[in-house]
């Protein structure tokens, strides 16, 4: 038990560590937070704001031992234990966060907003499973804003209950009938039938929203719109009437999301430039279930070859996770900084310790496994982390899906991605980002021969079972017919593709960027210029 004058020492100690913080004064909070630590261990709070402070001076992995602290000592106060998740899951502290999150699943009678919170965060993590009980139960004890009733959907859509989705998206409409959220995934639930599409009520819509606003929430409704009507059109086969509301919905996204071309080629620069490394062992000693990366293009056919080598007795999908990329921000004590946290990444790979960097991975990502002896981590950005997880994780699988270019850079053109993936709403930003991801692939390709495997995704889809005899060999695994029919994969899927994906395989997506082949020329062009298609392509 504390000495009585400790805390009025304390008290003093946290007021003058504000006044430093807001003065920006960070070292002298620094030093002030950890007096106040020492002489009270269980404060949550300061922990917190001590590895604030160490995370505003640059400090990425010091400021992981205070929330540490925090996490062993939890008080009953589940905003505090949210804002300590939040924090636990940045620096890559995944075990800690979840150890958490159990610690507040055990609150009695949690209130609404508490158990969306809590789902929030678990799906976050790629706990669909769990985060679709959380809203199940929210739902029930009243949750039942806008957002709540989207995010209870999406939930719905990853585990497969499609109808009950489409039915939550339809009362949303109904009650907040400028809801551009629910207006775009419904749209994308389904393909829109003559019978049964929301035409007109999209355009209503679109006619009501101010046309001359320039908040960017305004016009980020209005996009979500235009590409409801976009999507709408073209699954009624109204080409010609489809293509302007793409364009419009994209020009609206593109202003929204500039693309920066010099800040995309000086990362493709700089990973190319990187030095090369030593060769990886042969063998590694370890036990454990192993990760598969999956990597590529957005929209290149990772999330079915996913679905098809999960559907493996001996695999499970992670789903799309950042985990390497915040274990490598850590272990290089790089805090996160969109393309110049990157570069710095970059700058600092000859000191990194790429045994801890595998083991750190290893040691946070494990549960993800939940028995089975593989785990694939998908995400198409690895394509830029290859030669890292070449050097920290030697045993780990590495898959390359390969997809057509026109179809591929159209598949993200007509994708919506929302305020990220700023190179999908300009046709020329769409040009320069795939021929710098042509550029990197290559060169993977060229410096480290046996990094990655390529699957082309017309063979995928083509000749299924010996592209994917070749996938299971790769990976140590003894074919299995299963893998043969991913539309009997029960597991959430939690990708903007996955509704297309609970479908058996079809080659019905070669060739789509035909329908509007007048209208991509100048992609093509492009292309050809950037020397990723030759001229007769």
Known sequence: MNSPDVR?????????????????QFEAAQATLESVVQLVPHDVTACIELADVIL??????????PLLQAAAHLPKDAPLIIGLVQRLMMRGEILAARACLDFLAQAPAPPADLQVAQAHLRFTLGEVGVAKRLMDAAMRSGADSPDDHYLYAMLLQFSGEIGQACEVLEKCLQRWPRFGDAAMVLVNLRRQKAESHRLDFL????????????????????????????KTLDDLGRHEEAWPALARCNAIMHELNPYDAAGEAAITDALIGMPAAAAPPTERAFEGPTPIFIVGMPRSGTTLLDRMLSSHPEVISAGEIIDFWRQLHWVADVPPAKAQGLLQLIRRSPDIDYAELGARYLQQTQWRAQGRRYYIDKLPANIQMVAFIRRALPHAPILHMVREPMDTCF?????????????????QALAHHYAQYMRLATHWRTGMPDAMLDVPYASLVGDPATTMGEVLARCGLAADERCLRPELNPAPVATPSSAQVRQSIHTGGIGQWRKYASQLEPLRQSLIAQEVLVQSA
């Open 8 to 24: 009025p020492s304390a008290s003093r100690l946290r007021q003058q560590a504000k006044l430093y913080i807001d003065a920006q």
């Open 411 to 427: 598949s993200n053109f007509k994708a919506m991605f929302g305020n990220v993936s700023p190179y999908s709403y300009d046709l």
């Open 56 to 65: 505003q001076r640059g400090q990425l992995r010091a400021s992981s031992p």
């Open 203 to 230: 355009q209503e819509q679109l006619q009501l929203l101010p046309k001359s606003s320039q908040d960017p929430g305004d016009r980020f409704v209005r996009a979500e719109f235009e590409y409801a009507t976009f």
